[in-house]
């Protein structure tokens, strides 16, 4: 009995373990079996999106300048004296009204050559009145004279009278003759005189009306150089003033920007035909003018490569306000916006065309890359003229990954459109707006 108890040990002592290796086998391959945990799919990326519609653009292209006065006036003395008197507004910086006397020089020395340039005409007027009886007595002398000659000839004729005395009687004709010629040229030479002391008259009268100097039109009065009492010559600069009716921009605009800017107004028209606004750049104040496009500069800035146009603004000094509008003035430095008619354009981010091209998120909420042509640029807003249609929903935000085709959440940006149409068309944002083209317009990642 205990044999067969130790046999049947043995044989349980074998087959447990060779049991078990035969579990632990079959096991194994279940485990290798069995299947893989299932991976989370990947939700789509949000982008914030703008959907395109035409908007009103105003092309227009901005430059900077400074300001002078339309017209400069130099007072310069035309006669020579002592400076008399001269108006208390002639002074540096004073507005003198268009007829005021502003300076009066000394004219007694022209009065008195009037008055000699008179009586030289009187005492001509006496010697004509002696010359004409003069030339009534020779002529009457004349006259006998031809008579007796001619009596002479006569008696000659009928043999009563010798040559000697025909002669005698034409030597009397000829000098009488001659007393009436002499009288008549001195006549002739005192209208000449006359004339040449009416012109000098005519002069001095003249240059009398110079010895009063009036403001030719409403002036600024710049510096002043004549003093009362001083002496001046004929040429010498008295005062310097400024026209006050207008005043004029020479500002610079760069070529490039000028072109698309002139062909967006169509019909042949010029850079005449711009509107133009002059903004003093004055930080927390902003003063603006109108002005027009005057003319453009012959020549181009050799250094700058720009156009120089001057523009004028009417009126200034009757726009200004004290405190809070300047009168523009000599040497300001002010900025210049041309503008042509607003037109209907698709308007984007500039930003949001990168080397000629932008994402859009298709109708499958997938991405896809177009190729862009952009008219211009103004104030960060680009004008597409081609790649982009109306009803595209253009990506305004940079994904992290940003690869053609993969899926993405769009979300409508609708405050960055708002201020996209308030730019195109040059509306002034609220401080706290970021333009479209910085990091704040762009939005960062959109949020659902």
């Known amino acids: ?85 001269t108006s208390p507004l002639l002074a540096n910086g004073d507005l003198a009204p268009e007829g005021t006397v502003l300076l009066k020089i000394d004219d007694t020395d022209l009065r008195l050559s009037l008055a000699q340039t008179d009586a030289q005409m009187k005492a001509l007027d006496v010697k004509d009145e002696t010359l004409k009886a003069t030339l009534a007595i020779n002529s009457a002398d004349l006259e006998l004279a031809r008579a007796e000659l001619a009596r002479q000839q006569d008696l000659q004729k ?81 005062f310097t003033a400024e026209g006050t009716d207008a005043a004029e921009i020479t500002a610079q605009f760069p070529i490039g920007r000028m072109g698309p800017l002139v062909r967006s107004l169509g019909d042949g028209k010029t850079v005449l035909d711009l509107k133009a606004r002059v903004r003093l750049p004055a930080p927390g104040h902003d003063v603006t003018w109108d002005a027009s496009v005057e003319r453009v500069a012959e020549a181009i800035d050799a250094r700058t490569q720009s156009a120089n ?55 499958e909420n997938t991405l896809a890359q177009k190729q862009v042509t952009v ?45 996209i149409a308030a730019l195109a068309k040059g509306q002034p944002l609220p401080a706290k707006d970021a333009k479209p083209g910085s990091k704040a317009g762009k939005g960062g990642s959109a949020e659902e």
């Open 1 to 85: 009995m205990s044999r067969l108890i130790s046999a049947l040990g043995r044989s349980l002592a074998v087959a447990l373990p060779v049991a078990a290796g035969v579990l632990a086998i079959a096991y194994a391959g279940a485990l290798r079996g069995a299947p893989e945990t299932k991976e989370r799919s990947r939700p789509p990326t949000p982008v914030r999106v703008v959907t395109l519609a035409p908007v009103p653009m105003v092309p227009r292209v901005s430059g900077y300048g400074t300001v002078a006065p339309a017209r400069e006036w130099r007072a310069v003395a035309r006669v020579e004296g002592a400076v008399r008197e």
């Open 158 to 238: 009928q043999g009563v009278t010798t040559q000697a005395a025909l002669d005698q009687a034409r030597r009397v004709v000829l000098a009488a003759r001659a007393k009436v010629t002499e009288v008549e040229n001195q006549l002739k030479l005192n209208d000449a005189e006359r004339d040449v002391l009416t012109a000098q008259r005519a002069t001095a009268e003249r240059s009398l009306e110079f010895t009063t100097v009036t403001a030719p039109y409403d002036l600024r009065i710049g510096t002043v150089s004549a003093e009362v009492g001083q002496y001046v010559s004929r040429g010498s600069v008295l």
């Open 309 to 363: 146009i001057i523009l004028r603004v009417d009126q200034p000094q009757a726009q200004a306000a004290a405190g809070t509008r300047p009168p523009l003035r000599r040497n300001m430095f002010v900025s210049v916006t041309l503008s042509a008619p607003p037109r209907p354009v698709l308007a984007v981010p500039a930003e949001a065309v990168q080397g000629g091209s932008a994402l859009v998120v298709t109708p």
């Open 375 to 419: 008219a211009y640029t103004v104030d960060g807003i680009a004008a597409i003229s081609g790649g982009l249609e109306e009803g595209d929903k253009l990506v305004v935000t940079d994904p992290s990954v940003a690869v053609p085709g993969m899926q993405v959440k769009p979300v409508e940006d609708t405050e960055l459109a708002q201020r």
